[in-house]
């Protein structure tokens, strides 16, 4: 019996075209670029990949589920790039962008690695770090503004700049 793009064949796309066309459509419609359409057709297959291989039942719709996970997908992209915008408005306003006073692209490349690890650091730690190496707040200072005990600073500070080492180190900026 001819797969339907749900079964579990071993060499067989797992998305019939009609459901690729589908998913095609419902990532152009959620505002996802004409470029992307086919990395964001692939993230639906790797997915549906994902869930065979974590032994989870199929979808009984593959075509629905494959739209669901698409709609998901263009909200992620859309996400995405409103975080790329506001990463480069703050580093805009910081004036990181003129290659004169900060030295260049390398310069550029480290603020926009820094910004890209704050953003992905927990509110709680981007907070303390900001305040101690941004306003230049002491501990004690920043415990006192916050209402924290100076070891949850402390902590959240360490925490904090071990995450941003471990990104620049693996972003190979440092």
């Known amino acids: 019996m001819p797969s339907s793009g749900g079964g579990r064949g071993g060499g067989a796309d797992p998305l019939a075209p009609a459901q690729v066309s589908r998913v095609r459509a419902v990532l152009a419609l959620g505002g996802v670029p004409y470029a992307d359409l086919p ?8 997915r549906l990949l994902e869930r065979r291989a974590s032994g989870k039942e199929p979808p009984r719709d593959v075509g629905a589920w494959a739209a669901v996970v698409a709609s998901n997908l263009a909200a992620d992209w859309h996400r995405e790039r409103s975080r790329r915008e506001r990463t480069g408005a703050r580093l805009a306003a910081l004036k990181v962008w003129s290659a004169e006073s900060q030295g260049g692209q390398e310069a550029r490349l480290l603020a926009l690695t820094v910004a890209d690890g704050l953003d992905a650091l927990p509110e709680a730690q981007r907070q303390v770090l900001v305040l101690r190496f941004y306003a230049d707040l002491t501990v004690p200072q920043i415990a006192r503004e916050l209402g924290l005990p100076e070891g949850t600073v402390k902590s959240r500070l360490h925490a904090a700049a071990k995450a941003m080492r471990s990104r620049l180190h693996t972003d190979e900026v440092v």
């Not at 990395?39 to 790797?46: A, E, K, P, W």
């Open 39 to 46: 990395d964001g057709v692939q993230q639906v297959r790797l």
